[in-house]
């Protein structure tokens, strides 16, 4: 089993910025892709973006490109999510979540997550 914790979402004006971070814990060997992904009240979950343990590929949803980084510290097992330019339709619960088998946009392959933490962007 893997463990994820999120921290870092709040409160923040719309232009500003926030990091999120996702530490992993347990067999965490097994992971081979790690993602974030968002949802909004009525909305279903949808791809942020998502990164390869080794190597570090990145991927993201045209949504964030440009606006969001993801990156690993893999000494410290955690992946974190740097947001600039925050707009209000980005204000979601963010999850980070874990896959053993690379990346994927699609949530339904990932095997691990979080309890999520809620960005929200004023205008």
């Known amino acids: 089993q893997v463990q994820l914790v999120e921290s870092g979402g709040g409160l923040v004006q719309a232009g500003g910025s926030l990091r999120l971070s996702c530490t992993a814990s347990?067999?965490?060997?097994?992971?081979?892709?790690m993602g974030w992904f968002r949802q909004a009240p009525g909305k279903e979950r949808e791809f942020v973006a998502a990164?390869?343990?080794?190597?570090?590929?990145?991927y993201y949803a045209d949504s964030v490109k440009g606006r969001f980084t993801i990156s690993r510290d893999n000494a410290k097992n955690t992946v974190y999510l740097q947001m600039n330019s925050l707009k209000p339709e980005d204000t979601a619960v963010y999850y980070c979540?874990?896959?053993?088998?690379?990346?994927?946009?699609?949530?339904?392959?990932?095997?691990?997550w979080g309890q999520g933490t809620q960005v929200t962007v004023s205008s």
């Open positions: 347990g067999r965490t060997f097994t992971v081979l892709g």
């Open positions: 979540a874990a896959k053993s088998t690379g990346v994927s946009p699609f949530s339904a392959r990932y095997d691990y």
């Open positions: 990164i390869r343990w080794s190597g570090g590929s990145t």
